[in-house]
């Protein structure tokens, strides 16, 4: 005799937007996107500079990398 599922259907997020959800990944991203506007806002100016935006750049393209890659959690 089969019985009837009373269950309610739920809706799972993504595992990617759990993943930029936690607060680790936010502040990270704030802090590295924060960085980058700051080297544009006082202008590059020499080699340092530049060498800040490819930091700031490097920290926000490994933050967008763990958000998107599979992962087995």
Do not use: K
Request: charged share 10%.
């Amino acid at each position: 005799m089969a019985t009837a599922s009373n269950a309610v259907p739920t809706r799972t997020r993504p595992a990617w937007l759990g993943r930029v959800l936690r607060v680790e990944w936010l502040g990270q991203t704030i802090a590295s996107l924060c960085w980058i506007i700051s080297v544009f806002v006082y202008e590059i100016s020499g080699p340092g500079d530049v060498l800040q935006l490819c930091a700031a750049s490097a920290w926000l393209m490994a933050n967008i990398a763990v958000a998107v890659a599979p992962q087995n959690d």
